[in-house]
């Protein structure tokens, strides 16, 4: 079955510094999620990405999905106390497949 | 987007016991799931609520010990039975159709006893 690796499972910045955290797949995706799970929440929604080589921008995160679908990587610059949390991957393979990565989880210094 | 309610939002329960956790949908969703996820640790996945039909089991869980109900497009239970403390974890639902991400419940934290 389809599996998603994503590393690192966790990563310690002072705040300022920025934090990158990748995701591989083990087969071609149709699009791929990313979640932000504060400590004590539920995951929640952060973008999609669905297109070979597509980069989006939120503020201080860039998504990257790689040109053969199977990988992908958030990038947050200049990390800030606000962006601790686990952050999760999810690959949709098929109409009713989403899989998870295992997450990062960030934890900043202040 | 949908929302979805989850209750309780946490128990303590006595060794032996069972606790069913609901999930409220607002909306009509193809998919549904549980996970269960220890504080700070990966969420994994028990199984797929398939609606009208037995639950979609994962490695390692069994429908004995977690029985899943899903009578409509909205809703769907999951009962932890004869409980140990093994089971003490956070429990989640999870929704999706075809076209649209994922949304989860605000989480069940178990803690038995």
């Known amino acids: 079955g389809q599996q998603v690796m994503q590393i690192p499972q966790y990563q310690h910045v002072q705040e300022g510094e920025d934090f990158t955290t990748y995701c591989n797949s083990s087969t071609t995706l149709s699009n791929i999620q990313w979640y932000k799970q504060r400590p004590g929440g539920h995951p929640v929604f952060l973008i999609q990405?669905?297109?070979?080589?597509e980069v989006k921008k939120q503020k201080r995160l860039t998504f990257q999905f790689g040109e053969a679908k199977k990988n992908s990587s958030l990038h947050i610059t200049a990390t800030q106390t606000t962006d601790v949390g686990t952050y999760f991957c999810a690959g949709r393979g098929g109409y009713s497949t989403l899989t998870f990565g295992k997450g990062t989880m960030l934890l900043v210094s202040p | 987007s949908a929302v979805i309610s989850q209750k309780p939002s946490r128990d303590i329960c006595q060794r032996g016991t069972s606790l069913t956790i609901q999930c409220q949908v607002d909306s009509q969703v193809t998919m549904m799931f549980w996970y269960r996820q220890q504080p700070g640790q990966s969420l994994t996945l028990i199984a797929t609520a398939n609606q009208g039909s037995e639950a979609t089991y994962e490695s390692g869980f069994v429908i004995d010990k977690f029985p899943i109900s899903r009578p409509n497009l909205t809703f769907s239970t999951l009962t932890v039975s004869n409980m140990s403390p093994e089971d003490s974890s956070i429990y989640l639902c999870s929704a999706f159709n075809a076209d649209t991400e994922a949304f989860f419940g605000q989480g069940t934290r178990l803690t038995v006893v």
């Open positions: 990405l669905v297109k070979s080589g």
